[in-house]
């Protein structure tokens, strides 16, 4: 794994996460991550504190075949709890979830779905990207 990637330690989850702290959930991994808000360090994956750059700090695999520059869809995933407390979606995410594969309500692209506040957060990575990784995508690519 690389220095990058932050502290791994247990989460418990019978608590609400301590005051100015983010609690992210990353289905269907099932895996979950805690930090305080703003603390992560930034290396160009999607926006600083997006879910993709949660993701890449935990070693979480969420796809970025673009490098996290909302040109491709490949971040693409489901916001289940915590969307009034991320970034509005701006029109060039918009226009490029237009062509994502699965698309609901609550879609966003993981590079540009910025955490404004804490609070507690569940995003789902859609099937149709799962199964892309069970199919011999690498855990981490090239720039991750």
């Known amino acids: 794994m690389s220095d ?47 879910f993709l750059d949660v993701a890449v700090n935990y070693g979480i695999f969420l796809d970025h075949a673009c490098g996290g ?9 489901h916001v289940k709890q915590g969307a ?7 029109d060039l995410e918009l226009d490029r979830l237009e062509t994502a594969a ?10 540009q779905a910025v955490i404004e506040r804490p609070g507690t957060y569940v995003v789902e990575i859609p099937k149709w990207n799962r199964n892309y990784v069970q199919e011999g995508k690498p855990a981490h690519g090239p720039g991750s």
């Open 4 to 50: 990058r990637v932050a502290d791994l330690r247990e989460v418990d989850l019978s608590k609400p996460p301590a005051e100015g702290m983010v609690r992210v959930t990353f289905l269907p991994e099932g895996r979950t991550v805690e930090f305080a808000f703003n603390s992560l360090p930034y290396e160009g994956h999607g926006q600083p504190m997006s």
């Open 102 to 111: 699965g698309i609901e309500l609550n879609s966003r692209l993981g590079c």
């Open 69 to 77: 520059v909302c040109a491709c869809t490949t971040c693409h995933l």
């Open 84 to 90: 009034e407390g991320t970034s509005e979606a701006e």
